[in-house]
């Protein structure tokens, strides 16, 4: 995702440029950390959901 919002053609570019950036990952991890946490304590507990596996399109 994040290579897609930088406009990377290829995730090998996005992780060459990680390199330069390990305090960034921390805190994004860390931030994403928060979400996930205070989403599953605004329900009490996290839900477990099944994910249908998307079926190929074209022709």
Do not use: F
């Not at 290829?10 to 060459?16: F, L, N, S």
């Not at 990952?25 to 596996?53: F, I, M, P, T």
């Amino acid at each position: 995702m994040i290579g897609e919002l930088l406009t990377h053609k290829d995730t090998k570019i996005t992780r060459r440029y990680a390199k330069y950036l390990p305090e960034a990952k921390r805190k994004a991890a860390e931030k994403a950390a928060r979400l996930v946490a205070a989403q599953a304590g605004n329900k009490g507990q996290a839900q477990v959901v099944k994910l249908r596996k998307s079926r190929p399109t074209g022709s």
